[in-house]
């Protein structure tokens, strides 16, 4: 199965690129996507957890740079397997990225998908139906990361984007000390 779109990254083209490299900026725009590391160069590690039809898919999956032309290309051969669903996925993606103006870019990307097992058995149809809306998911969270700075840990992007998908971090409260709950029991205080 073929896949491809374009799409615009309020961000200029070296940025939009070194996002596309960077494991944190991917792992929280990729819908699922749970883990992401970088072994080395070219080489990515991770988790993807999803939802076709009802079929819930979590394979861990390897991605490999095949080329690399910074910052317009790049093309990747990634492969998944869900042993649970006796179902596999090989994908081979082309990205490309182009300056469209003085801070944004376009985007262009084309995947040639191969599933195999209980997921491919779904049809071409529903597959195609849930990659649009991933797709749709991963534009509006990429730009997102991307207009907000720099890859890395400390991109406000990555955070407000967490915070939209799974809501605000839970607030922890420093455990209070044994003997000042003791006392807070004994004179009635709060601690």
């Known amino acids: 199965?073929?896949?491809?779109?374009?799409?615009?990254?309020?961000?200029?083209?070296?940025?939009?690129?070194?996002?596309?490299?960077?494991?944190?900026?991917?792992r929280v725009s990729v819908p699922g996507c749970t883990e992401l590391d970088r072994a080395d160069a070219k080489h990515y590690r991770?988790?993807?957890?999803?939802?076709?039809?009802?079929?819930?898919?979590?394979?861990?999956?390897?991605?490999?740079?095949?080329?690399?032309?910074?910052?317009e290309l790049v093309r990747a051969l990634l492969k998944g397997e869900d042993h649970k669903l006796g179902s596999s996925i090989k994908i081979d993606a082309r990205l490309g990225v182009q300056p469209d103006g003085p801070d944004a870019s376009k985007v262009d990307y084309s995947l040639d998908v191969a599933i195999w097992g209980r997921i491919g058995r779904l049809g071409e149809s529903l597959v195609r139906r849930r990659s649009?809306?991933?797709?749709?998911?991963?534009?509006?969270?990429?730009?997102?990361?991307?207009?907000?700075?720099?890859?890395?840990?400390?991109?406000?992007?990555?955070?407000?984007?967490?915070?939209?998908?799974?809501?605000?971090?839970?607030v922890t409260e420093a455990p209070v000390s044994w003997w000042r709950r003791l006392l807070a029991r004994l004179f009635g205080k709060k601690s």
Do not use: W, Y
Not at 8 to 22: E, I, M, Q
Not at 60 to 68: D, K, N, P, R, V
């Open 1 to 26: 199965m073929k896949l491809g779109s374009s799409f615009l990254v309020p961000a200029g083209h070296d940025r939009v690129f070194a996002h596309f490299l960077d494991p944190d900026s991917m």
């Open 46 to 71: 991770g988790r993807l957890v999803n939802e076709i039809a009802h079929v819930r898919f979590s394979a861990g999956f390897s991605a490999e740079i095949t080329e690399l032309t910074e910052p």
């Open 132 to 170: 649009q809306e991933v797709e749709k998911e991963f534009v509006a969270a990429f730009s997102e990361i991307c207009a907000a700075g720099p890859p890395g840990p400390d991109n406000p992007g990555l955070r407000s984007v967490l915070e939209r998908r799974n809501g605000p971090a839970p």
